[in-house]
């Protein structure tokens, strides 16, 4: 079995380095398109500008809509070819950072992500998740290449809702469970080939470290400082998680979580908040969990307020009816919830739903 593991180029984590940007960004071109958002642009675009220049970098602002669709994407791409640029750097969430994959990958231009919260895994990986213009995930590309450079400015993170740095944590608690899912069945990660121990290992101290950090760091991001916890916590969200989802595998967890998208209720929450819920789905669907490592997870989530329950991920209507139907989805051939080494069912998979919810109505109770 042949093993692969990705990353990104370079990783550079800490306070202040997006005042600095056009120094790490410098020996990678000379011509950006920026793709960000209009409340990041607002936000940051003076300084990052101003920095570009500084370092004799020309900067092409690109302003998105937000969402990541096809239609955005191919806005970018006209902009990119127009203006003749050799890099593409996205700043912001999720979104605009696979936006800006999608754009780069297109041009063939390089790559920086520059992730303005802590909310997921997106910043190191070579995946894009496309959505619709209304905010269905609609697939996924996987490109040859990582970001050339990922530069995460801790101060930047901290001012952003805690809302963000919590889902980030719920995002990075999966990668941990899915990759030993994954690695018991020698599945096949996105990177492309079965795990090798060092993607294992990262994704293991990714949940180690949000088990052991996670409540402190949440409790000094909502002061909005950065303190030796919030630094590993949001490693732990974004290099730790991004290197582990990517090249260790996934499993149960994201195809609920990515999968209850179909509903309209559950899209105002945030992919961390969601696949929060499937992995205490997986977690009640997996025979091989102990009784305490289901309750240290699930406890976990509760202490840092991601959600346990269907009212939580905007499932509190859910008739069963509906839930059996959510249940086939999940299951449906080719999904990655037939990355673990027993086989589930819609029946299994419906059980567990319901058994978390209840576990997470117990837990909260508690
Ligand atoms: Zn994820």
Redesign the pocket.
Known sequence: MVKVFIAPRRYVQGVGVLADIGKYIAPLGKRALIAWGPVVSEKFGAQVEQSLKDHGVEAVPFTFSGECDRGQIGRGIEKAKAENIDMVIGIGGGKAIDLAKAVAMNVKARLVSVPTIAS???PTSAATVYYTEDGVMEGWDLWPVNPDLVLVDTQVIVQAPVRWFVSGMG?GL??WYEAEAAYKGRRTSLAGGVSTLAALELARLCGDTLLEYGVDAMRDCEKHVVTPAVEKVIEANTLL?GLG?ESAG?AAA?AI?NGMTMRESTRAYT??ER?AFGLETQLCLDNDITVEERLEAVDFMVAVGLPVTFEEVGLGDVTPDELMKMAEAFCSPGQITHNHVFTVTPYDMYSALVAADALGHSRKAK
Do not use: E, K, L, P
């Open positions: 997921n895994d997106a995002d999966c990668t998680s989802f996934v994201h979580g992919h961390g696949v």
